[in-house]
């Protein structure tokens, strides 16, 4: 299965980011977003994971199929790790957390409460959320924020494995995950909206 997007543009707050942004993800491979801050590639990731409607254009890709990590990393601060990793797997109808726990080493910190744990835990175990949830389309924002050398090697490890296994990412990141010819990296710049200029009594509404 691949995911084909066609001609897609994307707003927030009712102002145009990108237009006409056309590309195709195919099973077994990913696709780097590149771009400057504000340029619309939350908007676009979130478009893609079906979290948000385009502003015209087509995203071919069944919305259960696709599951979407960004800057909150979806953990309930009163649950434990465990349970945190129970609870995704249910919702998603998963049975195991084992492989999950064993990629990002979160099984010594299986019965502390997710308020405990310090940044790089927390995303760490939001990371390790994505492998219980049996989608084969990730969708990934700035996925290596608060994480240290080593847990960075560990989320390129899985991300290789998922790609291996026929799945796909989609990410903005900047980082360099080492993953080769199974990588294309997408410069978001070239689908930027143009902005039509704007009298001094028009830009204080935006």
Do not use: C
Not at 12 to 35: K, N, P, Q, S, Y
């Amino acid at each position: 299965m691949s995911l084909h997007v066609s001609n897609l543009s994307v707003s927030r707050g009712g102002r145009t980011l990108l237009e006409g942004v056309t590309f195709d993800v195919d099973a077994g491979h990913a696709l780097i977003l590149r771009g400057p801050n504000g340029l619309g590639k939350t908007t676009l990731l979130r478009t893609l994971a079906g979290l948000q409607k385009p502003e015209a254009g087509t995203v071919h890709l069944p919305e259960e199929d696709a599951v979407y990590a960004g800057h909150l990393d979806g953990i309930k601060a009163t649950l434990t790790v465990r349970e945190n990793l129970m609870f995704w797997a249910r919702v998603f109808g998963t049975q195991s957390i084992d492989r999950a726990l064993r990629t990002f080493e979160l099984s010594d910190l299986l019965d502390r409460s997710g308020g405990m744990l310090s940044a790089g835990q927390k995303r760490r175990l939001g990371l390790a959320r994505l492998m219980v949830t049996g989608r084969k389309f990730w969708m990934l924002d700035e996925p290596t924020v608060s994480l240290d050398q080593a847990s960075v090697a560990q989320f390129a490890d899985m991300i290789r494995v998922h790609l291996a296994s026929g799945g796909s990412a989609i990410m903005a990141t900047h980082i360099d995950l080492g993953l080769g010819a199974d990588a294309r990296v997408l410069d978001l710049s070239a689908f930027r909206a143009t902005t039509p200029k704007l009298h001094a009594s028009e830009e204080a509404f935006l």
